[in-house]
């Protein structure tokens, strides 16, 4: 039972150097998302998708791109890392509606130097 | 904007202790308050979660308290164990449209130490 898988599980970029994070789901969830973690800060919203073809900012997209592939994966692109963007990303998905469990992956670890 | 305050960022007790971490929102269009636990190296997962028409709920060792009218809402873990040692987040989410609930906001954590 794998959940939510993500990879790479780290990854040391050049700044300005591109990157793709993938997202896989196993649980048939209709609704997926990537959330950052950092220090002092609890984890922020980047980029959600809805349903299967949506796709819709969260709180902190700048510098980030997503592509909901199909139901089960979800990527997250950098387009021009920024040492800004050193931070722990996580995926997540749920079965859309009020109260339904939402699950993480086991996170990506990024560094932009 | 940090729309959730969570307190302490830090907590350190003994076995048996009842560590409590405060949460305070101010959006109130929440209404779906879960609480995260995370080890080091995973991901977060669901502890516990409450909506606001209800005051307390308990799973286990864990409560969650919530009062609506202050905006505020806690976790309680009894009887506290060396195994619940790791971050702990509150968060908080809303419907706008009936697909907002994974669109948390969290708290920044709060770090719980349990000494044997």
């Known amino acids: 039972n794998a959940g939510v898988t993500q990879t790479p599980k780290f990854q040391v970029l050049k700044t300005g150097q591109s990157m793709t994070l993938q997202c896989a789901q196993d649980m048939n969830h209709n609704s997926m998302y990537w959330y950052r973690q950092d220090p002092g800060m609890g984890l922020r919203l980047i980029y959600y998708s809805a349903s299967e073809g949506t796709t819709d900012k969260g709180e902190v997209p700048n510098g980030y791109n997503v592509s909901r592939l199909n139901k089960r994966e979800f990527s997250l692109r950098l387009e021009s890392a920024a040492p800004s963007q050193t931070s722990v990303y996580f995926c997540a998905s749920n079965r859309q509606g009020r109260g339904n469990t939402i699950y993480f992956g086991e996170g990506s670890w990024l560094t932009v130097v | 904007q940090q729309q959730v305050k969570q307190s302490p960022q830090s907590l350190i007790v003994q076995k048996g202790g009842i560590p409590i971490i405060n949460c305070a929102y101010e959006?109130?269009?929440?209404?779906?308050f879960p609480w995260y636990q995370q080890f080091p190296g995973k991901g977060p997962a669901l502890l516990i979660a409450i909506r606001p028409d209800v005051s307390e709920k308990k799973e286990g060792r864990f409560t969650i308290s919530f009062n609506k009218s202050a905006k505020q809402f806690s976790l309680h873990i009894m009887d506290s164990q060396p195994g619940d040692s790791a971050t702990y987040f509150c968060?908080?989410?809303?419907?706008?449209?009936?697909?907002?609930?994974?669109?948390?906001?969290f708290g920044q954590g709060t770090i719980l130490t349990v000494h044997p």
């Open positions: 968060a908080a989410s809303g419907n706008a449209g009936g697909t907002s609930y994974g669109k948390l906001t």
């Open positions: 959006n109130t269009a929440f209404d779906y």
